[in-house]
């Protein structure tokens, strides 16, 4: 899509960044991204979106307000107030810890896990532990970008993963 900004050697070098900035500052674009997702999702059964911040939030919150379900953030360590629980990862480029509110899904609750991008999969594979620790079911995986390259799907092999871009 032409409306994503490749930026290269953000944030080390070597990786080529898909900015999606100049997508979101588009109205009509963003709006479309919003409506797909929300067409594919209406009538799912959905409990509840669940998003990583901070990207995975820009499209996960208008999601699940337009579903009518609760909203789900995943946080980076001590961002979340209440009982919580955690995992760690790696990215293409770093590792990661991420937290979600022991009380946020309840065992049989069926959740959308959304995200800007899917690039190893890393991520994706560890939101699918917090909600499933929690007895939740994931769905589907929604990610508006997938860097197919990088293998991301099979981290995240044996589940529904829709995608909007793939490069």
Same mark, same amino acid.
């Given at each position: 899509?032409?409306?994503?900004?490749?930026?290269?050697?953000? /944030?080390?070098?070597?990786?080529?960044?898909?900015?999606?900035?100049?997508?979101?500052?588009?109205?009509?674009?963003?709006?479309?991204?919003?409506?797909?997702?929300?067409?594919?999702?209406?009538?799912?059964?959905?409990?509840?979106?669940?998003? !990583?911040?901070?990207?995975?939030?820009?499209?996960?919150?208008?999601?699940?307000?337009?579903?009518?379900? *609760?909203?789900? /953030?995943?946080?980076?360590?001590?961002?979340?107030?209440?009982?919580? !629980?955690?995992?760690?990862?790696?990215?293409?480029?770093?590792?990661?810890?991420?937290?979600?509110?022991?009380?946020?899904?309840?065992? *049989?609750?069926?959740?959308?896990?959304?995200?800007?991008?899917?690039?190893? *999969?890393?991520?994706?594979?560890?939101?699918?532990?917090?909600?499933?620790?929690?007895?939740?079911?994931?769905?589907?995986?929604?990610? !508006?970008?997938?860097?197919?390259f990088l293998n991301g799907r099979e981290k995240l092999k044996g589940y529904d993963i829709f995608?909007?871009?793939?490069?």
């Amino acid at each position: 899509m032409s409306k994503i900004r490749d930026v290269p050697d953000f /944030p080390i070098p070597g990786i080529l960044f898909k900015d999606i900035t100049t997508m979101l500052k588009d109205g009509p674009a963003f709006s479309e991204i919003i409506d797909t997702l929300v067409k594919r999702y209406q009538g799912k059964d959905i409990d509840a979106v669940v998003a !990583i911040e901070s990207r995975g939030y820009i499209f996960g919150a208008p999601l699940a307000a337009a579903l009518k379900v *609760g909203f789900v /953030p995943i946080r980076k360590p001590g961002k979340l107030p209440a009982e919580k !629980i955690s995992v760690e990862y790696e990215t293409e480029y770093s590792k990661e810890k991420i937290e979600m509110h022991t009380d946020a899904i309840q065992p *049989g609750q069926r959740v959308v896990i959304v995200d800007d991008l899917m690039a190893t *999969g890393g991520s994706g594979a560890a939101i699918k532990d917090l909600v499933e620790r929690l007895g939740g079911k994931v769905v589907e995986f929604a990610f !508006i970008i997938e860097l197919s390259f990088l293998n991301g799907r099979e981290k995240l092999k044996g589940y529904d993963i829709f995608t909007m871009m793939t490069f």
